[in-house]
């Protein structure tokens, strides 16, 4: 149950004003039609994670448990300071609604901007970590709906009095913490229990 609690929090944190959320202000100030997208990011985010937490599970399998320890202790510190910097969106990802309609546009949209995106990069450590990929896609999938889901509601208006500075410094510190417990030997998955 680790895996599923740390993993949807981790996520919801790392994706307060992730380029991905950013696009859900998007979407729905421009569509106003909640339920599509919230379906589009629901279905892109499982399609995209649950290959994130199947190459997380492979990697676990066929990597050294010492030499994973520390690609996955220095992949969540990169991400501590990846969580740092501020994402922007490209208005093109946002113009694919045209084509394919809302649910469409906004399955199409998340999957690409995903890919190679923090949040599935930390999909596949945590997969890795915990050895629990499919917990791990649905905490991850949480996470990303708990940040997600309130952004298709309130659009535009909310985000500018959300301490984005201070959500991203919590985050970078959990993926920080994650990182140094991974570096020391936390977890008895690692350790070859």
């Known amino acids: 149950m680790e895996a599923l609690f740390v993993s949807t929090g981790v996520v919801a944190l790392a994706e307060i004003g992730d380029k991905t959320q950013l696009l859900a202000f998007i979407l729905a100030a ?3 039609k909640p339920l599509p997208i919230i379906l589009g990011i629901l279905a892109a985010t ?5 290959l994130a937490g199947a190459l997380g599970a492979w990697i676990m ?5 010492d030499i994973l320890r520390w690609l996955l202790g220095f992949s969540f510190i990169g991400m501590a300071i990846w969580t740092l910097i501020p994402d922007k969106i490209d208005d093109d990802e946002a113009q694919i609604a045209k084509r394919f309609g809302i649910f469409g546009a906004t399955l199409i949209t998340f999957f ?8 599935q990069i930390a999909t596949i450590a945590l997969a890795a970590h915990y050895g629990a ?10 996470g990303m709906l708990i940040a997600d889901v309130p952004a298709v509601f309130v659009g535009d208006k909310f985000a500018a009095k959300i301490p984005m500075k201070l959500v991203h410094s919590i985050a970078a510190a959990v993926f920080a913490g994650l990182g140094i417990a991974t570096l020391l030997g936390a977890g008895s998955i690692l350790d070859g229990a």
């Open 30 to 32: 421009r569509f106003k």
């Open 46 to 50: 499982l399609v995209n994670h649950g």
């Open 61 to 65: 399998s066929a990597v050294n448990p």
């Open 112 to 119: 690409l901007a995903e890919m190679g995106d923090k949040t």
């Open 133 to 142: 990929p499919i917990l791990v896609v649905i905490g991850t999938t949480l």
